[in-house]
């Protein structure tokens, strides 16, 4: 009788290895995102400067909602630029993006209304916009404070194609 509940032990054991091995070989692995550049974009601020960005822009459903999500960097010079439809407050989280980021909340007139400087990875606290705004654009982290960014600096951009 103990050889049996051995016998039947072991293989429960060696069932659930196999198993867990498989799950292992089976795992779906995410595909690197690579940046694709659609528009060149200028932030002017109030002491004259400007800040240039090559930018993605996220327009469909699919595109807003995926955002910089599962990209393991992106370079200074980079940014997205999300584009909605309608000019009504629009929020945030940092689910499933790795990289910490600066949001520009953008009005219809194209001059900043809200900025949350370095939003942390993985976090799904909500970052609102404090007015209705009709764009946003994330950068990398500290790029606000790299260009002294602030509220009532203006924004433009352009498209490649």
């Not at 690197?32 to 002017?44: N, R, S, V």
């Not at 595109?63 to 630029?81: D, V, W």
């Not at 900043?112 to 609102?128: F, H, R, V, W, Y």
């Amino acid at each position: 009788m103990y050889q049996k509940f051995l016998f039947i032990g072991i293989l429960g054991f060696t069932l659930l290895a196999c198993k867990n091995k498989e799950a292992e070989e089976t795992q779906i692995t995410q595909e690197q995102i690579t940046f694709q550049q659609e528009g060149k974009l200028q932030i002017q601020t109030e002491d004259g400067s400007k800040a240039y960005f090559n930018i993605e822009i996220a327009e469909t459903n699919y595109e807003t909602e995926t955002g910089l999500m599962y990209r393991e960097s992106m370079e200074q010079n980079q940014a997205m630029l999300f584009v909605f439809e309608d000019v009504r407050p629009h929020s945030f989280y940092m689910k499933n993006t790795y990289i910490p980021l600066d949001l520009f909340f953008i009005k219809e007139d194209k001059t900043i209304a809200t900025i949350i400087e370095n939003a942390k990875p993985m976090d799904e606290t909500s970052l609102p916009s404090e007015v209705p705004v009709q764009y946003v654009l994330e950068t990398n982290a500290g790029i606000a404070k790299l260009w002294n960014i602030k509220v009532g600096d203006t924004v433009d951009w352009k498209r490649l194609k």
